[in-house]
């Protein structure tokens, strides 16, 4: 599966597309190539040398792990009360640090694997 299919399955499953864009140059750089090309290496089980990649055995939740990730990065209030959900989804396509761009590479690399 290539970078653009697993986008559009993000889609399918209400994940925004410019977030997986953003964590693209991560998933598909350099350092992890090694890992797409090993054919013995137990894809549900492996950590890809990240601890919390660990309990991620399974596409469904790969998906289930990027959509609590992005609610815990998203679900802010300012002092009125008002959602700042837009605003912080924003701040997170532009930088969408290191646990998310893990989680997508995790799940990028079971969907591959199919």
């Known amino acids: 599966m290539d970078y653009d ?12 597309p410019e977030l997986i864009e953003a964590c693209r140059e991560f998933v598909t750089g350099r350092q992890h190539t090694h890992i797409f090309e090993r054919p013995k290496l137990d894809r ?3 950590d890809l040398g990240y601890a919390e990649l660990a309990d991620i ?5 790969g ?12 679900c802010d209030y300012d002092s ?3 959602s700042l959900e ?6 997170l396509i532009a930088d969408p640090g290191k646990h998310m761009k893990r ?3 995790k799940t990028y690399f079971l969907f591959d694997g199919k």
């Open 86 to 91: 837009k605003k912080r989804m924003k701040q």
């Open 63 to 74: 998906i289930k792990e990027i959509k609590e990730a992005i609610w815990m990065s998203t």
């Open 103 to 105: 989680i997508v590479l």
């Open 5 to 16: 299919s697993f986008k559009v399955v993000c889609f399918t499953n209400d994940i925004d």
């Open 44 to 46: 549900a089980n492996s």
């Open 80 to 82: 009125m009360g008002r």
């Open 57 to 61: 055995d399974s596409t469904a939740k």
